[in-house]
């Protein structure tokens, strides 16, 4: 089993950067797949990012493609979301989940309880 904990959200302006961080407990997260999700209040929850269990392959939404970048830190068993160049329509609670099973899509079993970003305009 895995536990997840996310941090780093905020209120920032258009353009600026922000860091998420998914924090992970078990001894399962070492093998696990790892993805950031978000989601606005009243729309599904939609893909973001997501790293293999090697930390060999990434992929990302096409809206975030060039902006956003997903890194683990197996030391600290941490899943790391840098986001740049933040848009209005980046705002949303932001999700990390952990799966065990197919990397591609990534459907986690395990989810964290979020973390709210508000980019202004």
């Known amino acids: 089993q895995v536990q997840l904990v996310e941090s780093g959200g905020g209120l920032v302006q258009a353009g600026d950067l922000l860091r998420l961080s998914c924090a992970a407990s078990?001894?399962?997260?070492?093998?696990?797949?790892i993805g950031w999700f978000r989601q606005v209040s009243g729309k599904e929850r939609e893909f973001v990012a997501a790293i293999s269990g090697s930390g060999a392959s990434t992929y990302y939404a096409d809206s975030v493609k060039g902006r956003f970048t997903i890194s683990r830190d197996y030391a600290k068993n941490t899943v790391y979301l840098q986001m740049n160049t933040l848009k209005p329509e980046d705002a949303a609670v932001y999700y990390c989940?952990?799966?065990?099973?197919?990397?591609?899509?990534?459907?986690?079993?395990?989810w964290g309880q979020g973390t709210q970003v508000t980019v202004s305009s």
């Open positions: 989940g952990a799966s065990n099973g197919y990397f591609r899509p990534l459907r986690p079993d395990y």
């Open positions: 078990g001894r399962a997260f070492i093998s696990s797949h």
